[in-house]
């Protein structure tokens, strides 16, 4: 059986006792939380300083949100001439296929998740790669 979280089970105890922390309820908006989110966006890190109680409407719109993001691909095909990587390479390290590493590249797209993979393999600070759909595009 295939779980989402590395440590599943660490995960579930601490989703539980977070949820008993905050009375089972939304750190967003106070209703019944049913999930918990992730601070720093790593599925790996089960801390419970690291977990909130969420419930489905507000962490579906804070990953929702994380989406309406984008990728300053300028910015992230300089830093791989800069670490002598290739797209191919780097979707390789991230245990991504090309084609789907190109088409991050031409949407500009992608999951938190995903970004900080490639910001961790790059070694480098995420928010240089990312850029609100409102904010400009340059810099």
């Known amino acids: 059986m295939a779980f989402q979280y590395k440590e599943h089970y660490k995960m579930k105890k601490a989703r539980l006792r977070v949820l008993e922390k905050y009375k089972g309820k939304c750190i967003e908006c106070g209703k019944a939380a049913i999930m918990v989110h992730h601070r720093d966006g790593s599925l790996d890190n089960h801390d419970e300083e690291n977990l909130v109680p969420m419930c489905y409407s507000c962490h579906t719109r804070l990953h929702y949100s994380a989406c309406n993001s984008r990728w300053d691909t300028d910015k992230l095909e300089h830093v791989l001439m800069l670490r002598g990587l290739d797209k191919g390479e780097l979707a390789t390290r991230i245990g991504m296929t090309s ?13 938190n998740s995903t970004m900080r993979k490639i910001a961790d393999v790059l070694d480098w600070p995420l928010e240089d790669f990312v850029t609100s759909d409102k904010a400009s595009m340059s810099g």
Do not use: Q, S
């Not at 084609?99 to 999951?111: D, H, M, N």
């Open 99 to 111: 084609p789907a590493l190109t088409r991050l590249f031409k949407i500009g797209r992608t999951k």
